[in-house]
């Protein structure tokens, strides 16, 4: 059949597109870091070897992941158990709250987390002024300052994951523990813990592969600690271009063989079709419990809505006037009138604005044609197609930039080489690889959920293949379009790690005019900008949850 | 023979497995054939080739003497009723109802109104603005068949209608579905493994196995004269054993069953089984209980059921064998020692086949 024909020349196109924007540049990685004035060499692998400063790096990437795992599980874990057991005060406030750091970017985060507790912080002054030290308390640097934001951002998805986990438990396992005898230890033992198992394994994985790609905190706070991917972009620096790629394989290599030791754990199903209802929450009845219960929480709440309170505040503050007070002397709506007015400051957001749109659009489309091509019919390398998509995700932001200024920063078309570096082509492009996971999960997510019934309904009420579509499967695959693209679209938007590499002056997004106006000390513009990413993220983000996950 | 709809010896492998084998059916104008087997029958894969949704391998399928064999889907004008409705939830009633309206051209006011008599037809009319979450699962069932057959199509294909309403639900339904689709007129035909529902709602009924067309008949005659032992035994209540034909008699054959021997009407219009083993296949109501004694087979209670005017009585013969007879609901109590006669009743209810059939 001719359609059939067509479906097969498409996939084919997807696949040769995709093994272009995502194998193909981290194999001329490879070749790079592989290959030398006079022909193939393992001198720059030795020369890796060789460095102990290499060595340190890598290990400080692989211990900071493992103690960030550690300490996310720790702080997650039991704000789940606590809040999907018991009725608190305010309990859906507060659960709420508790997903809030998943909606800063990164790089805010870490901004706000100077804010607050850096040297002139607002905490750290604090701290000083009461105990009535000369110095301020603490230094926020290091590998301490590192973990610390990690573990602050990163909980979220134990916590996500594991009341997701503990929704899907069915109740009637618990009661048919208890009535087989069993207390209260031994149902947490040997019911709900192995319940959890593949939710906890899904967060560990997930919070090990951030935390190994994680570029924004060590970054600003390292200092001298190195790890992974700050080093490959202080050796590129440094001009050392064929070592920076041997750091960019070996950092490769430690994401994959992590995802291939982790990777039995998965994301619980946010809904089964199954019977039972999740266990009933229970109220706390005693009086004192419960006031303490609800201080506790909302102490919490309050720790951690402190950082958003505090970019807040700083962006009302005018330029040079808090010093050493606890409060703002001073407040001003400058900061946010310069990012309209001021045509200099207000490019950076309109270039973030469409930067991450035409990525986002970029990535639905080709997400969206590779999953309604590849679903249930049998096109060849449809499985390879998924697999493609999903490798940017394991692969290191850091890395990826690298791999694409690689590849596009030489003109050999036959090559399907092209000079995109230091073109606002470079950026978008970046973005796309690194939504097609998020994306295409998503959208892939939607398509095999569709009832393949609905469309051969269409077909014998002689709609034709585009009416189908046009009225039938995308109206339908809405929700999950909408829920991928926000999810891209916030990525990319707050995006810092590829861009920090890879940007132009003219496409110079958000993050990089943070990070100036951090440089310049002009701390109120850099937070009304984090102020801007923060609300736009959250409202992306709140679009897409609503029609996303309400059908 | 020539009918409305005609399936001509289809033949539809799947990864080399038969599903469907050498299939002829052909259907006169407004009749309706329930296919009716076990799942994995072929019965669901016959219905998609009516469909297009598959092309069978070999065989031709044709309306009025045209060959859509490989007509698509689309152009088939073929309406049909799926087995979860896949009525489209991001559209109301209406809009469903109207879909397949608008894919022959029809716009404005006609096609308000060809909807609206679509939804009239199944008692549905004012409904067009509701959403689908908000029907129940009977009127998604008749919103289904309604948005089937406004755009009139030239034969309706049902796929198990009524398998996913509640069984209170059923036995309406079932009325309501025939006395619909007779006032309509229209060629249907009905896939299912419910008997009921196949015995109701066919004017015809279609055996099949593994892909095979066993038996094509009224209800009646499926019941009183199976094509074999399959049949027999998958219409209706049956016990079957294997029994020794000793010969001819005057009115039938003479057969040895565990340590009697009866004389037994083997069927109108069925060949003569030669002497030698055979199986048997006995409707419990073919069967009475007597005292023990001569010309009855000496067999022992163990079971009872009760379903209203009758029981049905599990009975275990001294071989071994298990028979179903029907009974006076107190006639005797599970342990009890018992002979089983054929009953009085002339003719029926008892079924000889060769022995090599399964």
Do not use: C
């Amino acid at each position: 059949m001719r359609g059939e024909q067509r479906r097969q020349i498409v996939g084919a196109g997807i696949l040769v597109l995709l093994l272009w924007l995502v194998v193909y540049p981290l194999l001329l990685v490879l070749v790079e870091g592989l290959h030398g004035p006079r022909g193939w060499t393992l001198e720059f692998v030795r020369l890796f070897l060789h460095r102990p400063t290499e060595w340190r790096a890598l290990w400080g990437s692989l211990w900071i992941s493992l103690v960030s795992v550690v300490l996310a599980a720790v702080v997650g874990i039991p704000l789940a158990l606590l809040f999907g057991r018991y009725d608190l005060p305010g309990g859906r406030v507060l659960s709420g709250l508790v997903a809030l750091p998943a909606v800063l970017p990164p790089l805010v985060g870490v901004l706000a987390f100077l804010f607050l507790y850096g040297e002139s912080g607002f905490v750290s002054l604090l701290v000083q002024r009461l105990l009535g030290l000369e110095e301020p308390p603490w230094r926020l640097q290091g590998a301490g300052a590192i973990l610390l934001v990690h573990a602050y951002s990163m909980y979220v998805y134990f916590y996500l994951f594991t009341r997701a986990a503990l929704g899907s438990l069915d109740a009637s396992l618990l009661e048919a523990a208890s009535s087989l005898g069993a207390g209260r230890w031994r149902r947490l033992r040997q019911v709900v813990l192995p319940h959890l198992y593949p939710a906890l394994g899904g967060a560990a994985l997930l919070t090990f592969m951030t935390s190994l790609a994680s570029f924004s905190a060590p970054y600003i706070f390292g200092g001298g600690f190195r790890v992974m991917t700050t080093q490959i972009v202080a050796t590129r620096l440094n001009g050392e271009n064929e070592l920076a790629m041997v750091e960019t394989i070996s950092l490769t290599l430690v994401a994959l063989l992590a995802l291939w030791l982790l990777r039995g754990g998965r994301a619980p199903e946010a809904s089964g079709g199954r019977k039972g209802s999740g266990p009933t929450r229970v109220p706390v009845r005693r009086p004192g419990m419960r006031l303490l219960l609800a201080v506790v929480a909302w102490g919490l709440a309050a720790f951690l809505l402190l950082p958003h309170l505090t970019l807040l505040l700083v962006s009302f503050v005018p330029l040079g006037t808090w010093t050493t007070e606890p409060l703002p002397p001073a407040y001003t709506l400058r900061n946010y009138l310069a990012l309209v007015t001021d045509p200099v400051r207000s490019r950076p957001l309109l270039n973030s604005l469409w930067l991450a749109s035409a990525a986002t659009a970029a990535a639905v489309g080709i997400a969206l044609l590779a999953s309604l091509l590849g679903v249930g019919r049998r096109v060849r390398g449809a499985r390879l197609v998924e697999g493609l998509l999903a490798l940017p995700w394991a692969v290191p932001g850091t890395v990826f930039a690298i791999a694409i200024a690689t590849a596009f920063s030489v003109r050999a078309p036959w090559a399907g080489r092209f000079i995109l570096v230091g073109t606002i082509w470079i950026l978008p492009l970046a973005y796309l690889v690194r939504n097609l996971p998020i994306t295409s999960r998503a959208i892939l997510a939607g398509v095999r959920a569709l009832d393949p019934s609905l469309d051969e309904a269409a077909a014998t009420l002689g709609a034709g293949r585009w009416r189908t579509l046009r009225r039938v499967t995308l109206p339908l695959l809405r929700p999950a379009v909408l829920a991928g693209a926000s999810l891209a679209f916030v990525t990319a938007f707050g995006d810092f790690v590829t861009s920090v590499m890879l940007y132009t002056y003219d496409t110079r997004p958000i993050s990089m005019e943070i990070l100036s106006s951090l440089r310049q000390s002009d701390v109120g513009v850099a937070a009304a900008y984090g102020v801007v990413l923060m609300l736009v993220s959250a409202a992306v983000f709140a679009v897409g949850a609503e029609r996303g996950g309400g059908g | 023979m020539t009918g409305f709809l005609r399936l001509e010896a289809l033949v539809k492998r799947f990864d080399g497995v038969l599903a469907v084998d050498r299939l002829s059916l052909s259907l006169a104008r407004g009749e309706m054939v329930a296919l009716l087997g076990p799942s994995g029958s072929g019965k669901t894969t016959t219905l998609r080739l009516l469909a297009g949704f598959e092309t069978p391998d070999a065989g031709r399928v044709l309306v009025d003497g045209e060959d859509v064999t490989r007509v698509e889907p689309v152009a088939r004008r073929f309406g049909m009723v799926f087995q979860h409705y896949a009525l489209f939830p991001h559209l109301d009633v209406g809009e469903n109802v109207a879909f397949g309206l608008e894919s022959l051209g029809l716009r404005g006011h006609e096609l308000t109104q060809r909807a609206a008599r679509a939804l009239d037809l199944v008692d549905l009319a004012g409904y067009e603005r509701r959403h689908i979450g908000q029907l129940s699962g009977g009127q998604q069932q008749r919103v289904a068949l309604a948005r089937a057959l406004a755009p009139e199509p030239r034969v309706l294909l049902l796929d198990e209608p009524l398998s996913n309403l509640d069984p209170t639900l059923r036995e309406r339904t079932r009325h309501e579905i025939r006395e619909l689709i007779h006032r309509v007129g229209i060629t249907t035909v009905l896939v299912t493994h419910e008997q009921d529902e196949a015995f109701e709602l066919g004017d015809r009924v279609a055996v099949l196995r593994d892909g095979r067309l066993e038996q094509l008949g009224t209800p009646d005659e499926l019941y009183t004269a199976p094509a074999n032992a399959f049949v027999g035994g998958f219409i209706g209540r049956s016990s079957r054993l294997e029994v020794t034909v000793v010969g001819p008699a005057p009115r039938g054959v003479r057969i040895a069953i565990g340590g009697a021997e009866w004389e037994i009407d083997a069927g109108p219009g069925r060949p003569a089984i030669p002497p030698g083993p055979a199986m048997m296949l006995v409707r419990p109501e073919a069967l009475r209980l007597t005292p023990p004694g001569a010309g009855a087979v000496p067999a022992t209670i163990t079971g009872r059921r009760f379903v209203g005017p009758s029981a049905l009585f599990r009975a275990v013969t001294d071989q071994g064998a298990g028979l179903e007879v029907a009974a006076p609901p107190h006639a005797v109590v599970p342990g009890a020692r018992v002979g089983i006669m054929p009953s009085r009743r002339e003719g029926g209810g008892i079924h000889l086949f060769p022995v090599e059939e399964r």
